[in-house]
């Protein structure tokens, strides 16, 4: 959170996050508090209403502004174009009951941190604030709102590794939880006359109570029964709907509040206790066997493979490695920003297998606690969801303001008209108000929630769940949908095509599958067995559907009981490999797994290390082949590779390219860094898999062109490859032409240039040339042409020419080789359009 020194009565909390939001102080001064409680009693409770309705209002009248670090109020406003406004009030936390030698303290926590800060305080207790279910502590040093319940993102790797790698002490840890909270999703069951008093307290239904009783004043009986009686049963679906939810909620997350784990006390050695206790900085011990993690941890020795199904939605086991312990001096999160989530154990999902290193012990830090989690995260996203900026309701609102106003200049006049009759005051006042009535639809709120839980019903037998019912208006404005190709418009599971070997320098004959015999031992065999991240699992071979195919082509199998492996004077869990009942013979009795460095979507590829029993180390590396081919020796890789690609990805067959090499004797695995493994490759040849179309892809496609819905490919997978897929699914009609837009920085300048290529031509286009740009707006004019474009060309177009962005993103339809931040911004530039 930042602040600005000039204003000492403001700030900033979430500074650069999209929960960011400005916090003002404020201080409760007795005689504004005391007029307020006489203005609440005189109103009849209208102005407390009033109040409900807006907090700032509220605060404006009951206090006055000063300074954060004196203030026991304090407004909250959104950043966006909302302007919500909330109210808190600040909580006193004591350390007074923790602290009985404060001289014990400083040397064992950080000087700089708000735990030895909030120690050395004279009076021992700490100001905060809860802002949706995350806690902030007040910095009197820094004049600042900091969160809790987050390790400090200012540690570098060797940091974490030194000052955490031996756990906390049991003083540092009562103070962190004292401060932090316990480490809890608590989703509290609302009870019903709250959700009841929420829901009648609303605008529109104190409108129609009024309403209702000045019917029954007219004698409009029949009317207002009516109306009570639809509203009451608004109400009630209303309330029955949220209770529900916050039952399933409550039920969701309270099994995994307490469960045992064992952590590392320093000087003290291991502990049980329960997770509720844990907080950041505490030394996670990863036994065998499943264990559903309670809090998000960095891996800092051996390695995991979790399941993640509950925050991704795919079952397929995903490995963890250990953060490096490279003494740098960038913050961890910087330095592994590319294998962040490699490194990092989220809340709510579940470790399936441990390996341990020479280390001898699986070990994490915990990096968050309750409702700062990943799975903390996702809770709070559907306690709090984002407002919507729906035009419908803006609208909505602007034609209520008009009835409203129409209903003022009609009372105006209904009040002159009666008056000059000489009509009874009583009576002029109620025809005056009657006309509010009818100008503005008291039934209206009922009306809506009645049709909404109606259309909730219908999705759910549909079996669609919707957390945010409001956004149902929504999905009947949608104009364009983001697919992405593999297990989406295309199977899950691959099926390998064929091999194309390469041997100096040249590719060798395809070997076809099934219908070519076994392959011959060699380097690409090797690759085929050891390059991959499976695992055995419930008995079963787990992992990516790619790898699964792969390896099964081999007939070799996995260990299961594989050990320790001794490598050099260090002892180290590792995976063997050997061959199956069906393999063909080899000259060796298995493989051993040393070292992984899993794949990653930045980087593209992934790589393993491997050892023949009783032979050398090996590295071997598989990815996209372009990748790959630029990380070999350049004498390894046919002349013929770049054609040979475009051969196959143009049939849409997904193509992976393999290398190897051998490392020199003497040099341990663990301590290899990815650069060094993955350099002076020699090029082994090409994996096709082929990667069939959903049977209901097609229909579905042709049901949403028939919508005037427009639908966009958005892959990691090669360009070429996605638009063979996307004419063959019917996103690109057969009578269309597609246009490859390519953007590349020009060398030792800070600037770019651009071309574009139409696939049936094998000529490329300046796009600063008039020509070229007379071309692409008679392209986007007629609509029969569709840009394609890599996620390595849309960073640089947005970068480099963003007036041309929106052009080419109106008729862009395959979006090829993203990685998941370019996929995210993608999704946000077409939000923009």
Known sequence: MGENPAKNHYAQLNQGEENEMEIFGYKTQGCRKALCITGYILSCGALLLLFYWKPEWDVWANCIRCSLDEADVFLLRTTDEFQIYSRKTVTWISVSALIKNRSDYPATLEE???????????????????????????????????????????????????????????????????????????????????????????????????????????????????????????????????????????????????????????????????????????????????TLLPCDAILISGQCVVNESMLTGESIPVTKTRLPQADNFKPWIMHCAEDYKKHVLFCGTEVIQTKADDRGEVKAVVLRTGFNTAKGDLVRSILYPKPMNFKLYRDALRFLMCLIAFAAIGMIYAVCVFALNGVNPKKVAKKALDVITIAVPPALPAALTTGIIYTQRRLKKKGIFCISPQRINMCGQLNLICFDKTGTLTEDGLDLWGLLPSEKNCFQDVHSFPTDDSLPWGPVFRAMVVCHSLIVWEGKIQGDPLDVKMFEAT?????????????????????????????????????????????????????????????????????????????????????????????????????????????????????????????????????????????????????????????????????????????????????????????????????????????????????????????????????????????????????????????LLLSGTVFARMSPGQKSSLVEEFQKL
């Open 112 to 290: 700089d941190s708000i735990f030895s800060k909030a120690i050395m305080k004279p009076s021992l207790q700490v100001k905060s604030i809860q802002v949706q279910k995350i806690r902030y502590i007040w910095n009197i040093y820094a004049k600042q709102f900091q969160k809790v319940g987050a390790l400090e993102d200012h540690h570098t790797c060797s940091a974490i590794h030194d000052k955490f790698g031996s756990g906390l002490t049991c003083n540092e840890q009562n103070v962190r939880r004292v401060i932090c909270g316990p480490n809890t999703i608590d989703v509290p069951v609302i009870p019903i006359w709250k959700l009841l008093i929420k829901e009648v307290l609303n605008p529109f239904y104190v409108f129609q109570l009024f309403s209702v009783c000045l019917w029954f004043a007219e004698d409009y009986v029949e009317y207002a029964t009516a109306i009570i009686i639809m509203s009451l049963l608004s109400i009630s679906l209303t309330v029955y709907d949220l209770r529900q939810q916050s039952v399933k909620l409550h039920r969701l997350v309270e099994s995994h509040n307490n469960i045992m784990v064992t952590v590392c006390r320093n000087k003290e050695g291991f502990q049980e206790l329960e997770s509720h206790h844990l907080v950041p900085g505490d030394m996670l011990v990863l036994k065998e066997g499943k």
């Open 555 to 807: 007939n070799w199998v996995i260990d299961g009981s594989s050990g320790h492996q001794t490598e050099g004077q260090r002892s180290t869990h590792a995976t063997v490999i050997k061959p199956g009942p069906k393999a063909r013979s080899a000259p060796v009795e298995g493989v051993t797994i040393l070292h992984q460095f899993p794949f990653s979507s930045a980087l593209q590829r992934m790589s393993v290390i491997a050892q023949e029993i009783g032979g050398e180390q090996q590295v071997f590396t598989k990815g996209a082949p372009e990748i790959v081919a630029m990380l070999c020796r350049r004498e390894t890789v046919p002349l013929n590779f770049e054609s040979k690609l475009l051969l196959y990805t143009a049939q849409g067959f997904r193509v992976i390219g393999l290398a190897c090499k051998s490392l020199q004797p003497g040099k341990q695995s663990a301590d290899l860094t990815r650069e060094e493994v993955e350099s002076d490759l020699t090029f082994l040849g090409l994996l096709i898999m082929e990667n069939r179309l959903k049977s209901e892809t097609k229909p579905v496609l042709e049901e949403l062109s028939a919508a005037h819905i427009r639908s966009v490919m958005v892959t990691g997978d090669n360009i070429q490859t996605a638009i063979t897929v996307a004419k063959n699914a019917g996103m690109i009609p057969s009578t269309d032409r597609v246009i490859l837009v390519e953007a590349n920085k020009i060398p030792g300048s800070f600037s770019a240039s651009i071309t574009w290529k139409p696939l049936e031509e094998n000529k490329a286009e300046d796009y600063g040339s008039l020509e070229g740009e007379r071309r692409i707006r008679l392209a986007l004019g007629s609509g029969q042409y569709h840009f394609a474009m890599t996620g390595e060309s849309y960073q640089i177009v947005a970068q480099h020419f963003r007036h041309l962005l929106p052009k």
